[in-house]
């Protein structure tokens, strides 16, 4: 069975600290791995798709990496604006449908 | 901007009492997913619709069916809601090319109808 299990569970920075967040994941055959921002009482927004391990993608002060095991998201200098709840996400090569299954999160806490 | 909307944002409804979410899309997107989220815990995929094919997950409740009237909307019904059927009800929609391949666009999502069970 597909599983991803993120850590930490909860992750609280000081202003221009960086740090990673870590995704594992087993999966038959993954197609790709997702990263999603969800902030409190909202959907989750989508960040990043890696498709094969050694990929990288960056966006503003987020840069997420695969290897075939697991995906980092990694903070740089992060901002207040940066909190919210980080969902890691994969979809099997074999399921005909597209669709995700979810880690529960990291929750960030970005402190001035 | 396209977008997917969902309605309402809050319900409150009673133990037992049948209640109907509502989504739609203006993505023109061929797949729509109904999640569950409860409180710091992941998303749970309930059902989706490739166009107007129902594919339910193997542990999703029997309290829980979906209709998909037409490409836009989708709503999502809960027969008689327990009080362990609280939760963030997520919809999102995605393009997927080619019959079975699976491969296409990410998960769009909807901001979501918090359900609470008094």
């Known amino acids: 069975e597909d599983q991803v299990t993120q850590s930490p569970e909860a992750l609280r920075l000081q202003e221009g600290e960086s740090s990673s967040l870590n995704c594992s994941y087993t999966v038959s055959g993954l197609r790709g791995l997702f990263w999603y921002r969800q902030d409190p009482g909202k959907g989750p927004e989508f960040l990043f798709t890696l498709y094969s391990a050694g990929e990288e993608k960056e966006k503003e002060r987020l840069k997420a990496t695969l290897t075939k095991k697991e995906s980092f998201l990694h903070i740089t200098a992060p901002k207040p604006e940066d909190s919210a709840t980080y969902l890691c996400?994969?979809?099997?090569?074999?399921?005909?449908?597209?669709?995700?299954?979810f880690g529960a999160g990291t929750q960030v806490v970005v402190t001035p | 901007d396209a977008m997917v909307i969902q309605n309402p944002r809050y319900q409150v409804t009673q133990f037992g009492k049948p209640v109907t979410l509502s989504c739609s899309q203006t993505?023109?997107?061929?797949?729509m997913y109904w999640y569950q989220q409860k409180s710091s815990q992941a998303p749970k995929l309930l059902f989706h619709y490739y166009d107007k094919d129902f594919n339910n997950e193997a542990d999703t409740p029997d309290n829980f069916q979906s209709r998909r009237p037409n490409t836009s909307f989708c709503f999502l019904d809960i027969r008689s809601p327990g009080l362990g059927d609280a939760a963030m009800y997520l919809c999102?929609?995605?393009?997927?090319w080619g019959i079975g391949t699976g491969a296409g666009s990410p998960l769009h999502f909807g901001n979501g109808t918090r359900l609470t069970v008094t």
């Open positions: 996400a994969v979809q099997a090569r074999m399921d005909s449908w597209g669709k995700l299954q």
């Open positions: 999102a929609t995605s393009r997927v």
């Open positions: 993505l023109n997107h061929n797949v």
